[in-house]
């Protein structure tokens, strides 16, 4: 006999002899932990295969809901994949061609893939009327100015001068995020739920941004730090966001939200130091300060990932305040978890996918500069 959940779900799954009920029983038994909604609903999301989608898709299964993704049919999941029989896929663009939304009604819809504002008034007046909660995942980048620290959802968004341009660059996309946000307010302005990630890191991530630093730190030696051990960073974990839109839309929590973590000031040096606790290995860490990684060329934010000198016009960009999303119910995994899952995950990527990573610091620079580092030590 079955003596816990997952035990009997398995046994249901293999008793119903279908492979793809069982991955997705055994992956909802793995967090027995997952209650069931109070009331079933049936939600939208305008994307939902890239990277925080699947999570979405997982813990809306999970609670209960159902749920029909938008999208091309292009971009194949990396994880959760054994979620996608149980939705319901609606195909289309979101420039030209919403057919398969029309006449459709939804409780709540999750906009994850829209960065400029057409998109947004296209797809928001299509469904507003028929659609209950309409939540837009936006980005910490529409703030105009990150100079503070402790900024809240409240300051400034940056604006721009001629806001039907289209081309989404480093330069446009904030304020262009800003005017999506605005679209949707418009459309549901009783209805609006806006979420600003931070840094969104974790299983799935396609950027390698975070993912640099646990794949780094488990390469082991000798690891070039940016900054200063005590510079800040933030970031906020896919599935805790995922997790967090489903909650908000459940409780219909209308409102603007940063989605940034964790929860406490997190230092470069316990973030390093942190991964290094799911790791056991040679390691040292050599923290290059910021003067001499600008001399040499190294990236911030690019190639050290997850940092920015926290000074002038970043002084604030990870010191952001995340205590109206907490009070709205955002929850925090681990750190520790957080790497391993990543770590986990990568290394059920191909090969070529791993060597060639689109992010961080390439080996080699690294060498180079720390060469030149202790040569410039040693001089005193
Ligand atoms: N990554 C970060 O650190 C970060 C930080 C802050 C904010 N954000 C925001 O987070 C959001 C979530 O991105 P995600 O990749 O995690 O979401 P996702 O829902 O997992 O994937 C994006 C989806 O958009 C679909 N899509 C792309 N172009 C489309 C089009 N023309 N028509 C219809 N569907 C289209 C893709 O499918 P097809 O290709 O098959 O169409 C894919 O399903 C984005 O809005 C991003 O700006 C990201």
Redesign the pocket.
């Known amino acids: 006999m079955p003596t816990t959940r997952r035990e009997f779900l398995m046994m249901t799954a293999a008793a119903g002899g279908a492979l793809s009920l069982g991955r997705f029983e055994e992956a909802i038994a793995q967090r027995p932990q997952i209650p069931q909604a109070e009331k079933p609903l049936r939600i939208l ?10 999570h ?1 898709i997982y813990y809306a299964l999970a609670r209960g809901h159902e749920v029909t ?7 194949e ?1 990396t994880v959760h994949r054994e979620v996608f029989d149980r939705v319901e896929k609606l195909v ?4 030209d061609n919403l057919e398969a939304l029309k006449g459709r009604e939804w409780d709540g819809v999750i906009d ?4 400029i504002p057409r ?1 947004v008034r296209q797809s928001a007046g299509l469904l507003k009327g028929s659609v209950d909660v309409y939540l837009f ?5 529409v703030h105009a100015d990150n100079s503070k620290p402790g900024m809240t959802e409240d300051e400034s968004v940056a604006t721009i001068d001629d806001p039907t341009i289209e081309e989404v660059t480093g330069e446009t ?1 904030g304020a262009l ?1 800003a005017l999506c946000e605005e679209e949707t307010r418009k459309a549901f302005p009783d209805g609006a739920i806006i979420v ?6 974790g299983p799935g ?3 390698d ?1 975070w993912t640099y630093w646990p794949v780094r730190v488990a390469r082991g030696g000798e690891v070039m730090a940016p900054g200063t051990p005590n510079d800040p960073t933030q970031y906020i974990d ?1 599935r805790d966001l995922a997790e967090f839109d489903i909650h908000l839309i459940e409780q219909r929590a209308i409102g603007t939200y940063s989605g940034v973590g964790p929860l406490s000031r997190l230092s470069m040096a316990e973030l390093l130091y942190g991964m290094r606790a799911v790791v056991s290995n040679e390691i040292s860490f050599t923290w290059v300060d910021a003067e001499f990684l600008a001399e040499h060329e190294v990236a911030p934010w690019a190639e050290m990932t997850a940092w920015l000198p926290p000074v002038g016009e970043y002084a604030g960009f990870c010191l952001f305040d995340n205590s109206r999303a907490v009070a709205a119910g955002l929850k925090y995994r681990p750190l520790a978890v957080t790497a391993k899952d990543t770590l986990d995950w990568w290394a059920t990527l191909p090969e070529e996918r791993r060597t060639s990573p689109r992010t961080g610091l390439a080996a080699e620079k690294e060498a180079r500069v720390l060469a030149a580092w202790h040569a410039r030590q040693a001089e005193g």
């Open positions: 999301i305008l994307g939902g295969t890239a990277f925080t989608g699947p979405q993704i938008f999208n091309r049919g292009r971009t999941p289309g663009d979101r420039d994850n893939s829209a960065s998109w995942t936006s980005s910490l980048s996309y995020k600003r990630p931070h840094l969104i890191v991530d396609r950027s941004r896919a």
